[in-house]
């Protein structure tokens, strides 16, 4: 195999996603085995599921790397010539709610709250409710990068104000809402918002993209606890 080959393969999809899988794949079997002493049942079904995630993993992350990240950046960049603040605004919120509809993630959270819950909490609620969150703080994050605002001038009154509606929502939605929030930062959202903040500080004068464009991910992150929140008060106990 050439070096050029050799240099590929390491620095491909392939190498990076078998080498986050596999130490995890091994530990679960190991401590089976080992620690609880019992077989692992199905384990044909188990193993073909385990090669289907990580050929589908492959083949997303290759995706968003050859074409979301890409279009991303192209987008960000072309932004700011439009000459209106609004429609960047506008498009941010519709983008961000798009993006969190489409979070593999937030799926998976909802078919458990649902389960859970034995459909007392509509799972299509929380995910719009969810989008909604992502969308605003997207668009509160384009006003941000825009007007040159410090990004702890939108945290610290954000998570002040979740505090405050701890107070005033159900105990079941306190958890999901924080629970929300870490799983908005997945595969989709995160890559996606990231290169568009990024592509856009790069044209903006007096921005530094690594200032300015990072932080989005942060405020999306909150953006769920807050809007779940809302919606606990609003569905009472």
């Known amino acids: 195999m050439s070096l050029m080959s050799l240099s590929w393969l390491k620095n491909s999809v392939i190498t990076e ?5 596999l130490p995890v794949v091994i530990f679960l079997f190991a401590f089976q085995f080992f620690i609880m002493k019992k077989p692992v049942e199905n384990t044909h079904q188990i193993l073909l599921g385990i090669a289907l995630s990580t050929t589908g993993l492959i083949l997303f ?12 950046r192209q987008v960000g960049a072309g932004l700011p010539t439009s000459g209106s603040v609004y429609l960047m605004v506008v498009f941010a919120v519709i983008f961000g709610y798009a ?29 719009h409710a969810v ?10 994050s384009m006003l941000r990068i825009l007007l040159g ?26 958890s999901l809402s924080f629970d ?11 890559p996606l918002i990231l290169t568009v903040g990024v592509g856009l500080t790069t044209v903006l004068g007096g921005r530094d993209p690594l200032i300015d464009g990072f932080g989005l ?17 609003a569905m009472g106990e």
């Open 17 to 21: 996603v078998v080498l986050a899988v």
């Open 61 to 72: 992350l290759e995706g968003l790397k050859l074409g979301f990240l890409p279009l991303g």
């Open 99 to 127: 993006i969190t509809l489409a979070e593999p993630s937030l799926r998976v959270l909802i078919n458990q709250v649902e389960t859970v819950s034995s459909g007392a909490i509509p799972g299509n609620l929380v995910m």
């Open 131 to 140: 989008g909604i969150g992502v969308g605003a703080s997207i668009g509160i």
């Open 149 to 174: 605002i410090p990004l702890w001038k939108i945290i610290v009154p954000g998570y002040l104000l979740a505090f405050i509606l701890i107070y005033f929502a159900p105990a079941y939605m306190v």
């Open 180 to 190: 929300a929030g870490a799983v908005v930062t997945g595969p989709m959202v995160v």
């Open 217 to 233: 991910v942060a405020t999306a992150t909150l953006a769920p606890v807050i809007s779940l929140l809302i919606l606990g008060i």
